[in-house]
């Protein structure tokens, strides 16, 4: 019995069409520079982490100032009052 060469089929050596990259997008920059207030000759701050320590600023919502970092949350009216100042 002879043995049939089975057909294999043919591949082009052609390179894949390939995909672009993707386009650079910049991240949005820090505005750190709105956590400071010049008033005369005095620099006012908001309000840090008491945890995370100077520096690490807390974020100032309706009822509550929160830590990003560590994820401290104060309720207390009375600060969220000042801070919103």
Known sequence: MEKKEEAKPKTDNKKKE????????????????????????KIERDKFCPRCGPGIFLM????????GKCHYTSFDKEEVARANK
Not at 60 to 67: F, G, P, S, T
């Open 60 to 67: 100032k919502a309706d009822n509550r100032l929160y830590c």
């Open 18 to 41: 390939q995909q672009g990259k993707k386009k650079h997008v910049n991240k949005p920059t820090s505005e750190r520079w709105k956590k400071y207030r010049i008033s005369g000759e």
